[in-house]
């Protein structure tokens, strides 16, 4: 994945980033809590990645991924 545009990452707030950086039960559960001291990435580290790869899809989206692309009504062919 390429880097998020400055236009995503503005769209990345500290209160997001707050948020998204608390692990859900089922997370801990999995992965445990990580520990940065024994090389293990930050949960804020990691949220801000997540949060700016999503803003980036969101600002750029791609219109040929099938994720992406909102088409509309005339973009459809129409069926007899």
Do not use: F, Y
Request: hydrophobic residues 30%.
């Amino acid at each position: 994945m390429k880097e998020p545009s400055p236009e995503a990452l503005a769209n990345v707030t500290e209160e997001n980033v707050e948020t998204r950086s608390h692990l859900l039960p089922e997370e801990v559960a999995v992965e445990g809590h990580p520990d940065p001291s024994k090389g293990e990435l930050d949960p804020k580290v990691q949220a801000a990645v997540i949060l700016a790869e999503s803003e980036e899809r969101t600002v750029h989206a791609d219109p040929d991924d099938a994720q992406g692309g909102h088409r509309q009504s005339s973009d459809t062919a129409d069926l007899p």
